[in-house]
């Protein structure tokens, strides 16, 4: 069983990586990019006989308390 | 006094600290993350660095350390405890102080001297420093960008917890003299109670001139005038904010 969680900076927070990478890809030619945000990806390997609503209550609290920073970053969690 | 300087993996100016505090006469020892005691100091420094390799994020691994939980009672007792660099990034990320530490507006390490406007005269960190003084510290952070949403800058202003800006030698806020692209040019900042303030300067590595300059001896100066005297620096008795983290 596999837990994946993506993290991306809130709209709201400056994110000069997502500009830059948007700026290069603009200078290679690739047309129609109106935003990037570069954020984190976490793959959570779990047992295999783990109930599927307590792991998504456990991981909702790690990443709120833990693996994001509520502050500056929003997160989605799935689970496979 | 004495002071206790944490020690993470990773953090590189924990020696810093010390000899900058033994310079000015008073004993500081390392106390390793891995301690659930602090001993018995007189206040925490969290020094700089980049403790856990900053994995994850800046601070955030350090924050659930064993020291960092004997930090919380500290602070919620009402000791002094200041963060420089990493340090004020793990104690954002510890819910101490408001806000958060992101990339430099420019991505790029700042390693330099900068100027800094005290904001608040009035508190343990900053009452030994004259009224005129635009202070010349070192920055050497690649994640030093202070950001807060709007009402949390807003709270920061009516409590008056912004303690230093970002300015130019003149003592102006110019936006050429922020070095990283913080809100408001904020340098460093103290939770509501005022016992408890970060910064991203290291005023540790200016305390002596041979370093270039000892105006950072103002801010551990004002730290002990506070100790001594807690009437000095406005220690206020009002009840901690509710942490929303």
Redesign the interface.
């Known amino acids: 069983m596999k837990a994946r969680i993506i993290i991306t ?1 809130k709209k ?3 994110d ?2 997502g500009k ?1 990478v948007q700026s290069a890809l603009e200078h290679m030619g690739y047309r129609g990019v109106t935003g990037v945000h570069v954020g ?1 990806y976490l793959e959570i390997d779990l047992a295999p006989d783990t109930d599927r609503e307590t792991a998504r209550q456990a991981l909702n609290e790690a990443a ?4 994001s ?4 970053e929003d997160y989605r969690l799935e689970i496979e | 006094m004495k002071f206790a300087v944490l020690q993470f993996p990773a953090s590189n100016c924990d020696q810093d600290a010390v000899h900058a505090l033994q310079l000015l006469g008073h004993h500081a020892g390392l106390v390793w993350h891995k301690e659930n005691s602090l001993g018995d100091p007189d206040a925490v420094i969290v020094p700089g660095g980049f403790s856990y390799g900053d994995y ?2 800046c601070g ?1 691994i350090a924050r ?1 350390s064993p020291v960092m939980q004997a930090v919380q009672q500290f602070a919620a007792d009402g000791g002094l405890v200041l963060g420089i660099c990493n340090g004020f990034q793990v104690l ?2 510890a819910g101490l102080l ?3 530490l ?6 790029k390490f700042h390693c330099e001297q900068v100027f800094l406007q005290t904001v608040n005269f009035d508190t343990p960190f900053t009452n030994k420093i004259p009224r005129e003084k635009v202070l010349r510290v070192p920055i050497a952070h690649g994640e030093g ?1 202070y ?3 709007e009402a949390t800058l807003a709270s920061l202003e009516a409590n008056e917890q912004i303690l230093w800006r970002y300015c130019n030698a003149h003592g102006e806020l110019t936006e050429s003299a922020n070095p990283n ?1 913080s809100l408001r040019h904020i340098a460093g900042i103290c939770n509501a109670r005022r016992n408890v303030a970060g910064l991203m300067p290291h005023p540790e590595r200016a305390c002596e001139e041979l370093l270039g300059g000892a105006d950072g001896r103002l801010i551990f100066e004002s730290m002990i005038a506070a100790l001594r005297h807690p009437a000095n620096g406005g220690m206020h008795l009002i009840a901690p904010p509710t942490l929303t ?1």
């Open positions: 900076p709201a927070v400056l000069p990586q830059t984190k709120h308390k833990f693996l920073n509520p502050v500056i | 994850l994020r955030a659930f954002c990320e408001p806000g958060a992101i990339r430099n507006r420019d991505l960008c950001f807060a949403d692209g983290r």
